[in-house]
Structure formats: C-alpha cells, structure tokens
C-alpha cells in the first residue's frame, strides 16, 4: 500500500498562519481604488474553489491515517467591518465572524473541534446572528477496519416563526476499507444517528436516523482516474441522498480537466414530497 503524507486542510492554514506578517491585500500601487484589487481577488476565490474540487477528487484520505500530524495543533481566525457615513442614505452596519478549529491525533485516534461564529447588524438591528460546531472522529483498529464519529450543532439567534433556530446531529458507527491498493481504494461506512431539531415557536423534536457513506476511487493510469461519492442519510422525516460521479484527466502536466455529475435526492415522509437535483459540473486547470 502507498503511504502518503496527508496534509488537512487545519494543517495547511496553521502552516499558513505561521508566516510571521500578513501579506498585502493591494497587488499593485492604485489597485484597490481603481478596483483591481477586487477583481483579483475574485480570479483568486475562483482558483482556489478549483484547486479544492480537485483535492477533494483525489481523495487524500483514501490511505488512512499515514503519517498525519501527531500531536495538539489548530487555528483561529477571526474578522471584523464597520461602517459608517455622514450620508443621510448611508446604512450604517457591522459584521464579526470567528472561526477556529483544534486538532489532536495521538496514534490511531484522530479527532478535531471546529467553531464558527457569525454576527451581522444593520441600523442597530440584527440580520444574522449564527453559530455552528463540528465534531470529527476516527479510531483505526487496523490498516482496514475504523471507527468514526461526526458531530454538528447549529444555532439561529434570528430565526423567524416557522424556520429552524436549533438543528444539532450526532453519528457514529465503523467503517472498513474493503479494497485499499495503490490504484483502487474502496472504503464504506454506516452507523446510528440522533438529530436535534426545534422550529422558532414550536417544540423542540429528536429522532433516530441511520447514516450510510461510500467512497470509491480508482486510477486507471497516470492521465485518468474515476471517484464515487455517496452518502445515505434516512430518519422518521425522510430520506437523504447525495451522489458524485467524477472522472479526472491529466492532459498534459499544465493541463488538468475534471468532469462531474452530482445527484441529490430528499423525500419529506410527512408530506410524501420529493425533490430530485442532478448537477454537471466541469473544472479545468491550466498553468504555463
């Protein structure tokens, strides 16, 4: 089996963060009040979002835990905006978000603590006011055979009546590797779940739902390589599943392409409703 070095995405931004200044926002003397400061950013937003469907293609994780960061680490970010103006039709607001995440891997046990934090204000009046936690686990018993655990909670300080205000998640259960060689890796796991739910103006409700995942990748040669994603979520108030078909290309070593199709599926059981969502998607990265 090949071992790779799996660099997180937490792990990547600490090494990031590391950097003891901050780079310049402004690419040239000018740009940001002639507005190509802003239009660079956006090229950069564009080729990041890239870069990031092509790491998730390639499935990083697909060789287990090899040689991943020991140890406690993690990061924290946080950013704020004020406004305000002399002009009676001027809107005077603010916006805060914190985000931040610890990780601690100890041998064959991964686990990682996510927050995020999202406060926006309007003339003195609340439009958001959002947090959101995340909890990730993974126990491997061997080279094959895990165990994982996923946590979610949500909190809406500005739903209004009928919309969710509390939306929490909690599963666990194992998974197994069932074909894991340098050109195929096959992993699959399901488990039990127990999601949390309270609509503004109504009471709070939790129910027992079961969760199923597949992850396929296979390489073919250098140039191409397949991937199938699917996650399977079912509970008392319906069925979720989500479907990704992907078939990357190395063209040449400037030229990377990558085609996906994306299906997801949600069926209200109290309602008998269903919604059907297929996606294309194509993505293409070209250096020289």
């Known amino acids: 089996m090949k071992k790779v070095t799996l660099l ?11 950097v003891p200044a901050f780079a310049q926002t402004e690419m040239a003397t000018g740009a940001t009040a002639t507005g190509v400061s802003a239009v660079d950013d956006r090229i950069t937003d564009i080729e990041d979002a890239v870069q990031d469907d092509f790491d998730r293609a390639n499935d990083p994780d697909r060789f287990g835990p090899a040689d991943r960061r020991q140890g406690l ?3 924290m970010a946080l950013t704020y905006s004020g406004n305000t103006s002399n002009s009676d039709e001027a809107i005077d607001d603010q916006d805060l978000s914190v985000a931040g995440r610890i990780s601690f891997n100890q041998g064959r046990f991964a686990q990682s603590v996510g927050l995020a934090i999202e406060f ?25 055979m895990y165990g994982f655990g996923l946590g979610r909670i949500t909190v809406d300080g500005v739903a ?29 796991q399901a488990g039990l779940g127990v999601r949390y739910t309270r609509f503004v103006g109504a009471d709070s409700d939790t129910e027992v739902g079961y969760i199923a995942s597949s992850r396929f990748y296979h390489r073919f040669n250098d140039v191409l390589f397949l991937t199938n994603d699917t996650d399977y979520l079912t ?6 599943i989500s479907n990704s078909l992907g078939l990357g290309f190395k063209v ?29 998607g194509l993505s293409v990265v070209y250096g020289f």
């Open 8 to 18: 997180t995405g937490t792990a990547a931004l600490v090494a990031a963060l590391s």
């Open 73 to 75: 680490f993690g990061n």
């Open 120 to 144: 926006s204000e309007t003339d003195n009046e609340k439009t958001k006011e959002e947090v959101a936690a995340i909890y990730d686990a993974q126990y491997y018993f061997n080279d094959r």
């Open 160 to 188: 209004a009546t009928g919309e969710l205000d509390r939306d929490g998640f909690l599963g666990f259960g194992p998974g197994y590797r069932v074909i894991s060689t340098e050109a195929t890796a096959w992993r699959v």
């Open 235 to 240: 509970s008392d108030s319906g069925d979720t």
């Open 252 to 280: 040449t070593e400037a030229l990377a392409t990558k085609i996906s199709y994306d299906t997801d599926y949600e069926k209200n059981d109290a309602t008998g409703d269903s919604v059907t969502d297929n996606t294309l």
